[in-house]
């Protein structure tokens, strides 16, 4: 390990490149030649522009994400586009959710402020420990569209197969999925992620949104601010961005396309997960906690069974410096948040660790 860090197995803010955060240290003081740090610099600089348009176009490259589809860099965390979805979207006032978490119920939750939204499904009778069959919902006729979480960061849990949204419009948060394997953008209307699980500090929102779907018709009292439309027309520049987000941001995307883009960055966290699964399916002291065919390849929640021993693991991982090994506090145990920049050599010391703990503790 490098300068004394840690493998850090955060669910958010987490893990970024190595070699990300040393390009940043490098050009902190001075940006390429322009005298300041991206921190201090104007966003309508020319210096900027370019730093934002090449962010959006690296995106573009690594997604494929087709013309008809606007990239917007946003503010206010995912708990934002809660409300920005169904205010921005709701034209019959209907809406379908499924819900396979607590974000997606917090969605859900929201969007009842704006119209008739239903729960079309969820798997909330065994603590969210599976997705559910999707393939033949009650989808309403009138819905604006369907809702999902895709990859569920508390209860480690990701939509392998889509739903059958009978032609309505799917709207996913990808939070905490977003860029670790390629993605067909055609299928959905409208994409967001907060960047903080996958792709950069906490402050910026990526939403991917089909042109179609911006509209100008807005219920008078929604904030300027909140109108899709206001920051798509201005290329994310209506006011200020979270600009140095974005500079980071797009450091991770060109450090994405180095790897070989999303179909080597998924190989990769195939690899990773695996370690960690075959482990946890071959443990006497470890267990996983989520239906197999529903597993995330990002986060990887597990217990031993007994709190007290589990309070002992986290302790002495963390005294091996693998840490924020503790599960949501709505959930408990333990969760490994693997995003793409976690070295397989984290995950495999990680294992390592808890094979000499459960030699020790069996
Ligand atoms: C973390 C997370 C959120 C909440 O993000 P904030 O930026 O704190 O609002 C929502 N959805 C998913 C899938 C998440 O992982």
Excluded at 22 to 42: C, F, H, I, P, R
Excluded at 47 to 52: L, P, S
Excluded at 263 to 280: P, S
Excluded at 314 to 341: C, D, F, P, T, W
Aim: proline share 4%; hydrophobic share 35%.
């Amino acid at each position: 390990m490098t300068n004394n860090r840690v493998y850090n197995f955060s669910a958010g803010p987490a893990v970024l490149p190595l070699e990300v955060l040393k390009t940043a240290q490098e050009e902190m003081l001075n940006y390429q030649n322009s005298g300041m740090s991206v921190m201090e610099m104007s966003h309508r600089s020319k210096t900027y522009d370019n730093i934002i348009k090449t962010a959006e176009k690296d995106l573009r490259e690594l997604m494929n994400i087709p013309d008809n589809y606007k990239v917007l860099f946003l503010q206010g965390g995912a708990h934002l586009q809660f409300s920005m979805v169904p205010i921005n979207l709701l034209k019959n006032g209907v809406a379908d959710y499924i819900v396979t978490g607590q974000w997606a119920k917090k969605a859900y939750q929201e969007a009842q402020k704006y119209g008739k939204i239903n729960k079309v499904a969820t798997s909330e009778d065994k603590t969210f420990s599976y997705i559910p069959d999707c393939s033949d919902l009650d989808i309403s006729p009138e819905a604006d569209y369907v809702y999902i979480c895709e990859n569920n960061t508390i209860y480690g849990t990701k939509f392998n197969t889509l739903p059958n949204t009978k032609g309505k419009v799917l709207v996913s948060d990808m939070s905490s999925c977003f860029l670790s394997e390629p993605v067909d953008v055609t299928k959905y209307g409208l994409i967001y992620a907060g960047v903080q699980k996958n792709v950069g500090p906490a402050g910026v929102q990526i939403v991917i949104i089909r042109e179609d779907l911006i509209r100008e018709d807005l219920p008078a009292w929604c904030p300027t601010m909140l109108s899709y439309k206001t920051h798509a027309d201005n290329d994310s520049l209506y006011n200020t961005p979270p600009a140095y987000g974005i500079y980071i941001c797009g450091l991770v995307f060109k450090w994405l396309k180095k790897q070989g883009g999303l179909t080597a960055i998924k190989e990769y966290n195939e690899k990773k997960a695996k370690i960690l699964y075959d482990f946890l399916d071959n443990s006497k002291l470890f267990k996983g906690t989520v239906e197999k065919s529903s597993r995330s390849l990002m986060n990887v929640p597990f217990v031993t069974g007994n709190e007290e021993l589990d309070k002992k693991f986290i302790e002495e991982a963390k005294n091996n410096n693998l840490v924020q090994l503790k599960g949501h506090r709505s959930v408990g145990g333990m969760r490994a948040s693997i995003y793409n920049a976690m070295p397989i050599e984290g995950v495999q010391a990680l294992v390592d660790f808890m094979e000499k703990f459960e030699k020790e503790n069996i």
